[in-house]
Structures are given as structure tokens and as C-alpha cells.
């Protein structure tokens, strides 16, 4: 066994000996059978050839690139850049060696080369430069072209590198003027009227921005010069001004002082109140709170008055005098006298000496010439001097219905005469009486006040007071439809007077139509028919029309023709017996009903019909006639 350990390892030992030969025979070869020189920058590692190939592996060719182009290998496996965005795909296909030393092993077609699939797309003012060189110096490889701003934009930086590198921090790829500065992260942002403001107006040229003076004075000094301040006020302008506009203040005089502006104080500038010429006075020296200390020149009264203008006058207008309270005077105002003017009472400065009575003021309005005195508060009220308020109810004639809609003229002609007046309606309404006098003057018996005719829903003239009370019918007529003229007193009081056209009768049966006829409709007739005509009706009687028995005409003198009280007088025609049974109708029939028989009694026979059962019914006539 030790033998053949031995043999075994020096047949490995052969092995590995002939294997290197071979080896170094191989690479001698491939270096024999290149197929042309490589590109210049292979060219020290061109007798190399395990430095770019693997033999027997294609696909770890490019491990061994990589192991070379490192800041590819980065791309690669961050997926940036250029190579870091292709698709996976081998070194070789795109690039190739061994075509000499000046080949060119990574062509690039500028015109086609799609620059959004690296780390440095071109936007704004960028994708319009036509030119690759101004970006890639020549000499450089492409992907060492510059990506910060000053790299390029060196000429372009008016700050002098003073605000440092960053020019994307202000600047914008749109153009190199646009600026996007967030002014809100400084120590002084950006409001109102600020931020329509260019740079320079506080960043002056060629001074750091962290220069630019944050007081309202270093830029606003002409501003506080044209207001009239002429820094009288010192420098803390945000006090009163803001930055939405310099003319507007928003200094609260409520809140930080002890008198606050009310009316139109608050439209008042503010030198107006505030003179003083002192610098720095902040508005101290105003003058007193006293309102003769600012109007003094507007006052009307000279001082009469003394310096309260406040207990007459507001701060909604001086010459508005809205706050005097007149009900504490010995005149409260009331009605129109609300709305005068002061001036149209007190003629002069001095308000003691004004009028108290009316006629005072109001004589050229007086129509009565002073015939009734001078208690003008007795008829007119403060509302309005042409509407009376004169309390008729006090007098002997209360007003009521239409009298109190009525004008004082309508009944009181002259301005003088107003305690003389009559109180009888004939007085007035002589024209309107169209009874000519003739029923006297009481004319309230029958017309009330609210018209002078009766209207709808007035009580007509009480009809029981005359001889002819009014019932049924009667109280839905008309007056004229009895009285043909005025002379009421004329009219008939028969019913012939007024009903001669409907008296069907002709005049036959007399003037008494009460007799029959009633006052509810002249259709109703309650003739009594058992006592006046001994035929009492009743059954199916009762319901019959007069004509429906007395068809004949009526002779000379009577109301209705006579008719017979035997049945067969209107049934003659309703007798299925033809006579035979004679004219006694009422003893089998009755009168509710014709064909209604009355029920027969035991033992009593009916006319003309044997009592036996056993005998067959014969007719016979009434009282046993053949």
C-alpha cells in the first residue's frame, strides 16, 4: 500500500507540472494570435490578455472591465448616470478594441444622445443650448463635465461670489434673471408691499445681502420725510405703518391711548390733533381731550355755551347735532319737531331764548287767522300740522263711521265757525235726502253713519216700527220693490198691492191672499182642504197639485171648478171593474195607494160578493141593485 501512495502522488505531481507548461504555451499563443493592437489607453496592459478575457468565459469579460473602470462599476450598481440607467447588456456591445490605437471605443452621437438618462437632465434655458462644448470642455471625458452653477455662471454672478456657490438656492434653470429666493427663511420675511419690492431696493450692489438694513428708517427715510414726521417720531415706523402699505396706519388709538377715535376722528390725519414740532415726541404733545381745544373755530355758539360741545354734537359730524337730549329742556321734542333743525326754533347762538308756544313758529300756518286763539296743541299734533288730532268725541256730535274720515271743511265751512254747527243730519245731507223732506228730518231712523247709503252688512230701517213688519221673503226685497217713489208712507200694505201680476186667480177669490198664500214664496199655498172644502186630503192626496183634481176651468166667481167627492170622479179611468162594483171605491181600496186593498173582516162581505166561501163571487151593484 505505501508503494502505491507513493506513485500516486508523483503522477499528480506530473500532472500539475504538464499543466502549467500548457498553460504558459496557451498565453504565449493568444499574445501570437492577436488580432491587432489595442487602443492607446490598453496599450500597457496589451501583452496582458488575462487582464481584459477570461478564456472559455465571454460573460466574465466584463467583471474584468469593471475592475478597471470603476467609477462605471459605481454606476452600475447605484443605477446612476449614464451606464447605471442602460438596460443590462454586455461591455462589447458597445464597445470594442483591438482596431489600433487611435480607435474609438465609445462613439457618441451628439445630435441623437438623450441627455434625460443621466444624472444632469436639460430643463429650462438649458435644453436650448445647441452647443455640447459649453458644457464639456474639450479633453475631458463627459462625465466629468461641472454641475454646479458657478462652474458656468462665473461672468453671470453680479455678487461677486459673495453669496457663495449656491446659485440654485435664488436662481432658476428658466432664466438666469427669475429668482426663487424664500426670503421667509431669513431674519426678515417677506410682507405686503415687500414682497412686490426687486432685490436692490434693500440689497444695495456690491454689499453683502446680510448688509441690508432691517429698521424701516433705512429704506423709508424719504417716505418719512414727505409724511411731515421729518423723523420727529423716531424710527420704530412698524408702530404705526405695516407693510401693506405706507400710507395706511395701523396704530390702534382705542386700545394704546386714553382717547379713542370715534366718527369721524377716525378719518382725521393725524398732524391734525397732533402739531407738535418737537423731534421724537411720539405724539405726546397732543392737545387736551376737550373738543372747544380742536374746534374752538368751529363754534357757532362763541362760546356762549361754554366748552360741554360734547352734550350737543358728536363724532359723527360737527354740524350734525345728534346727541342733546331736548326731553331734559323744558320743550321735549316729539313728532316732526325730531327732525328740525336747530335753526328752524333758535334764530340766533343763545338756545335759552327760543319759543315755546306754537304760533310762535307756526303763525304764517295758522289758516284761521288767529280766530281760534293760539292753543294750536288743542287740534294739530307734532306729526304733522295739516293732520288735526282735535278730540271730536269731547264735543256734543262724537264722530263715528264715516263722520270720522270726514275733513274738518267737509262740515265746518269757515275757519271761524267751529263752535256754531248744527247737529242734525239734514244739515249736511240736504242733497242727499231724496225723500224731498217729506219724511222728515230724522234721517238716522233709517241711514247709519258708516254711509249714506245702506252697504253690504249694514242693518236695513227697522220694518217693525212701521205698520208692515217684514217676514220671509219680505226681508231680501228691495225698498223700491214696494215703495214706487220716496213718499214711503204711499206704499200698499194688501198683498193684491204688490202681487196683482201673480194672482193666477185673476181677482176671483179676492184681495185676501194670506188666505192661501204666505209670506216665505208665493208658491206655497196652505189652503185648508178638509175645513174650507170638507174633502180632507190625505195618503197620496196629500201630495197632489191642485190642477191634478180641479182640471176643468173655473167658472165665473169661483177659484177652482168643482169636482165630486166619489172616488170614481178622477178614478173612473183606474176602475179595472168597469162599474161593476159600483162607486164605493173606498171600501176595498184606500188612499195611500190605488192598488192597496184594505183587509177584509170576518163575516163582513165586501160590496157585490156572497159571505159563503162555499159560492163563487158575483158581482153586484151598491146597495143590492139588479
Known amino acids: 500500500m505505501a508503494w502505491l501512495s507513493r506513485g500516486l502522488l508523483a503522477?499528480?505531481?506530473?500532472?500539475?507540472?504538464?499543466?502549467?507548461?500548457?498553460?504558459?504555451?496557451?498565453?504565449?499563443?493568444?499574445?501570437?494570435?492577436?488580432?491587432?493592437?489595442?487602443?492607446?489607453?490598453?496599450?500597457?496592459?496589451?501583452?496582458?490578455?488575462?487582464?481584459?478575457?477570461?478564456?472559455?468565459?465571454?460573460?466574465?469579460?466584463?467583471?474584468?472591465?469593471?475592475?478597471?473602470?470603476?467609477?462605471?462599476?459605481?454606476?452600475?450598481?447605484?443605477?446612476?448616470?449614464?451606464?447605471?440607467?442602460?438596460?443590462?447588456?454586455?461591455?462589447?456591445?458597445?464597445?470594442?478594441?483591438?482596431?489600433?490605437?487611435?480607435?474609438?471605443?465609445?462613439?457618441?452621437?451628439?445630435?441623437?444622445?438623450?441627455?434625460?438618462?443621466?444624472?444632469?437632465?436639460?430643463?429650462?434655458?438649458?435644453?436650448?443650448?445647441?452647443?455640447?462644448?459649453?458644457?464639456?470642455?474639450?479633453?475631458?471625458?463627459?462625465?466629468?463635465?461641472?454641475?454646479?452653477?458657478?462652474?458656468?455662471?462665473?461672468?453671470?454672478?453680479?455678487?461677486?461670489?459673495?453669496?457663495?456657490?449656491?446659485?440654485?438656492?435664488?436662481?432658476?434653470?428658466?432664466?438666469?434673471t427669475d429668482t426663487r429666493f424664500d426670503h421667509d427663511g431669513t431674519r426678515f420675511p417677506l410682507l405686503g408691499k415687500h414682497r412686490d419690492a426687486t432685490c436692490d431696493s434693500c440689497h444695495r450692489r456690491g454689499e453683502p445681502h446680510d448688509a441690508a438694513p432691517e429698521a424701516c428708517i433705512g429704506c423709508h427715510r424719504d417716505d418719512d420725510m414727505k409724511r411731515g414726521h421729518r423723523a420727529r417720531y423716531g424710527e420704530r415706523c412698524d408702530t404705526c405703518h405695516d407693510a401693506s402699505s405706507w400710507r395706511a396706519t395701523r396704530f390702534d388709538h382705542d386700545r394704546d391711548t386714553r382717547y379713542a377715535l370715534q366718527g369721524r376722528h377716525r378719518q382725521a390725519r393725524c398732524d391734525a390733533c397732533h402739531t407738535g414740532t418737537q423731534p421724537n415726541a411720539l405724539y405726546r404733545d397732543h392737545p387736551a381731550s376737550d373738543c372747544a381745544s380742536c374746534h374752538r373755530g368751529d363754534d357757532a355758539h362763541r362760546g356762549t355755551l361754554g366748552n360741554d360741545c360734547a352734550s350737543c354734537h358728536d363724532a359723527s359730524g360737527w354740524k350734525r347735532v345728534g346727541r342733546f337730549d331736548h326731553d331734559r329742556s323744558r320743550f321735549p321734542l316729539l313728532g316732526r319737531h325730531a327732525q328740525a333743525t336747530c335753526a328752524a326754533c333758535h334764530r340766533g347762538s343763545h338756545y335759552r331764548d327760543a319759543p315755546r308756544d306754537c304760533v310762535a313758529c307756526h303763525a304764517a300756518e295758522d289758516k284761521h287767522r288767529g280766530t281760534v286763539g293760539t292753543a294750536c296743541g288743542a287740534c294739530h299734533g307734532e306729526r304733522q300740522w295739516k293732520i288735526p288730532r282735535f278730540d271730536h268725541g269731547a264735543t256734543r256730535w262724537p264722530l263715528r263711521g264715516a263722520h270720522d274720515r270726514a275733513a274738518c271743511s267737509a262740515c265746518h265751512t269757515g275757519l271761524a265757525d267751529y263752535r256754531g254747527r248744527p247737529t242734525e243730519c239734514v244739515a249736511c245731507h240736504r242733497r242727499d235726502d231724496r225723500h224731498e223732506g217729506q219724511l222728515g228730518e230724522r234721517c238716522g231712523s233709517c241711514h247709519g253713519e258708516q254711509r249714506w247709503t245702506r252697504g253690504p252688512g249694514e242693518p236695513p230701517f227697522d220694518h217693525r216700527r212701521a205698520r208692515f213688519p217684514l217676514v220671509g221673503a219680505h226681508l231680501q226685497a228691495r225698498c223700491d220693490a214696494c215703495h214706487a217713489n220716496a213718499r214711503f208712507h204711499d206704499a200698499a200694505r194688501d198683498c193684491a198691492g204688490c202681487h196683482r201680476r201673480d194672482d193666477t186667480h185673476q181677482g176671483r177669490l179676492g184681495t185676501a191672499c194670506e188666505s192661501c198664500h204666505n209670506a216665505r214664496a208665493w208658491s206655497l199655498v196652505r189652503y185648508d182642504h178638509a175645513s174650507r172644502a170638507g174633502w180632507p186630503l190625505d195618503g197620496a192626496h196629500a201630495r197632489?197639485?191642485?190642477?191634478?183634481?180641479?182640471?176643468?176651468?173655473?167658472?165665473?166667481?169661483?177659484?177652482?171648478?168643482?169636482?165630486?167627492?166619489?172616488?170614481?170622479?178622477?178614478?173612473?179611468?183606474?176602475?179595472?171593474h168597469d162599474g161593476a162594483f159600483g162607486t164605493a171605491c173606498?171600501?176595498?181600496?184606500?188612499?195611500?195607494?190605488?192598488?192597496?186593498?184594505?183587509?177584509?173582516?170576518?163575516?163582513?162581505?165586501?160590496?157585490?160578493?156572497?159571505?159563503?166561501?162555499?159560492?163563487?163571487?158575483?158581482?153586484?151593484?151598491?146597495?143590492?141593485?139588479?
Open 11 to 176: 503522477w499528480l505531481c506530473m500532472g500539475m507540472a504538464l499543466a502549467c507548461g500548457a498553460r504558459v504555451q496557451a498565453q504565449g499563443l493568444e499574445s501570437a494570435l492577436s488580432p491587432g493592437p489595442v487602443i492607446r489607453g490598453h496599450a500597457k496592459v496589451e501583452d496582458q490578455c488575462q487582464r481584459c478575457h477570461v478564456r472559455f468565459d465571454r460573460a466574465a469579460q466584463d467583471s474584468k472591465c469593471l475592475d478597471c473602470h470603476e467609477d462605471v462599476a459605481r454606476d452600475l450598481k447605484a443605477r446612476s448616470g449614464w451606464h447605471g440607467r442602460q438596460p443590462p447588456q454586455a461591455c462589447r456591445s458597445c464597445h470594442t478594441d483591438h482596431k489600433g490605437r487611435d480607435a474609438v471605443v465609445a462613439p457618441l452621437d451628439t445630435r441623437r444622445f438623450d441627455h434625460r438618462a443621466t444624472d444632469w437632465p436639460l430643463r429650462g434655458a438649458h435644453a436650448r443650448v445647441a452647443d455640447c462644448a459649453a458644457c464639456h470642455r474639450p479633453g475631458q471625458r463627459w462625465r466629468e463635465a461641472p454641475q454646479d452653477c458657478v462652474a458656468c455662471h462665473r461672468d453671470d454672478d453680479t455678487h461677486r461670489g459673495k453669496l457663495g456657490p449656491r446659485c440654485a438656492d435664488c436662481h432658476t434653470d428658466t432664466r438666469w
Open 544 to 576: 197632489l197639485r191642485c190642477a191634478d183634481c180641479h182640471r176643468q176651468p173655473a167658472p165665473v166667481g169661483q177659484a177652482v171648478a168643482r169636482v165630486g167627492t166619489a172616488c170614481i170622479a178622477c178614478h173612473r179611468g183606474d176602475d179595472r
Open 586 to 626: 173606498q171600501a176595498c181600496h184606500t188612499t195611500a195607494r190605488w192598488a192597496e186593498l184594505r183587509p177584509r173582516r170576518p163575516g163582513v162581505s165586501r160590496p157585490g160578493v156572497a159571505a159563503s166561501p162555499n159560492t163563487a163571487p158575483r158581482p153586484q151593484p151598491p146597495g143590492g141593485g139588479s
